[in-house]
């Protein structure tokens, strides 16, 4: 379902058990936000049982290692479940939370 819904240059990778990662380039941290918003739709719409989709956004800094910036989209994500699940949670680059949505 995500190969599916992504564009062209957006990649997608299993990260977990239950754990994807996928890779927006060229966006903003909030443009991010809106295209995994579209996502977690998408994959209300294909499933017939209630599955949660939460996600955690972080936006990579220009010379930050790219571990830190999983730590931090993990720590959004943690932070999501904990919110309700469900719901897109977005981490500024400075690690000041901010919802994006929730639903």
């Known amino acids: 379902m995500l190969r599916d819904e992504l564009r062209l240059n957006e990649q997608c990778a299993r990260f977990g058990g239950?754990?994807?990662?996928?890779?927006?380039?060229?966006?903003?941290?909030?443009?991010a936000a809106q295209a995994v918003e579209r996502l977690r739709n998408a994959w209300a719409q294909c499933r017939p049982w209630p599955v949660t989709f939460s996600t955690g956004v972080a936006e990579i800094g220009a010379s930050e290692p790219l571990p830190d910036v999983l730590h931090r989209a993990d720590n959004a994500l943690y932070q999501a479940k904990s919110l309700g699940r469900d719901r897109v949670q977005v981490v500024g680059q400075e690690g000041a939370h901010e919802p994006h949505a929730a639903v």
């Open 18 to 31: 239950e754990e994807f990662v996928v890779a927006f380039p060229g966006t903003t941290g909030a443009e």
